[in-house]
């Protein structure tokens, strides 16, 4: 492989954080309370992840289950005491009650990370028209990439979208880098480098105990022998 691939890891915390830079992590994704999939940590939490390690973290906007805003200046807010905690990179996604991007919320969002890198996160996968989302998206300052599963139940259903929108890349609405996630496998890796993804992000399969657990630095380490690789070198969850 000519380019290292990129794993992200959601971390809740140093402790986890301090696991996955171990096991070789290029990037964490700071969340908290995973019973609402991920909703944005307090700053001190930041901070204390900060001091930890020396990775890249990008940090969820996110107030509440579901892919609505909700309140727009709430996360306005956080926005800006994360900024002034010294997070310069974000996760964040917002759709209306149809299924469509709201525009106007991510908009506003946005206009607060003064240009910060962000994620769009899979709400991706839960909008109408996937191709109409990221055209909509294509030309917001920061915006680098997609956290997607390709489909709402999971990769295993989505790798086909996954394969076709790498083939993509270049198109107008494209250019960002696909993040392969959710219900991500070891087994996936394979087809997906071979389609060109080059970057991943894992939650449970990091942490062998479950959500009650804290991040496996050997499990990490499991996925960085594998994406390093280029093929599989054992089972995975």
């Known amino acids: 492989m000519s380019r290292r691939a990129v ?140 956290l997607t599963a390709g489909a709402p139940t999971g990769v295993d259903d989505g790798l086909p979208t996954l394969r076709t929108e790498a083939l993509r890349r270049g198109e107008p609405g494209y250019a960002q880098t696909l993040l392969a996630g959710g219900g991500l496998r070891l087994t996936h890796v394979p087809t997906l480098l071979n389609a060109g993804v080059n970057a991943f992000h894992i939650g449970s399969a990091a942490r062998p105990e479950g959500w009650t657990g804290t991040v496996s630095a050997g499990a990490v380490g499991e996925w960085r022998r594998v994406l390093d690789a280029g093929v599989v070198g054992g089972g995975g969850t």
């Open 7 to 146: 794993l992200e890891v959601i971390a809740l915390g140093p402790e986890d954080a301090v696991a996955a830079q171990a096991g070789g992590a290029d990037r964490l994704e700071l969340v908290t309370d995973m019973a609402a999939d991920g909703l944005t940590p307090p700053a001190r939490t930041f901070t204390a992840i900060r001091a930890a390690v020396d990775i890249d973290l990008r940090v969820m906007l996110r107030l509440t289950d579901g892919f609505a805003a909700g309140d727009v200046g709430g996360l306005v807010r956080a926005a800006g005491e994360l900024r002034g905690a010294g997070a310069d990179q974000f996760v964040l996604g917002f759709l209306g009650a149809d299924g469509s991007t709201d525009l106007a919320a991510v908009e506003r969002v946005v206009s607060e990370l003064d240009g910060c890198r962000w994620t769009f996160h899979r709400a991706i996968d839960h909008c109408g028209d996937r191709d109409a989302l990221r055209k909509q998206l294509a030309d917001l300052p920061g915006l680098d990439t997609y």
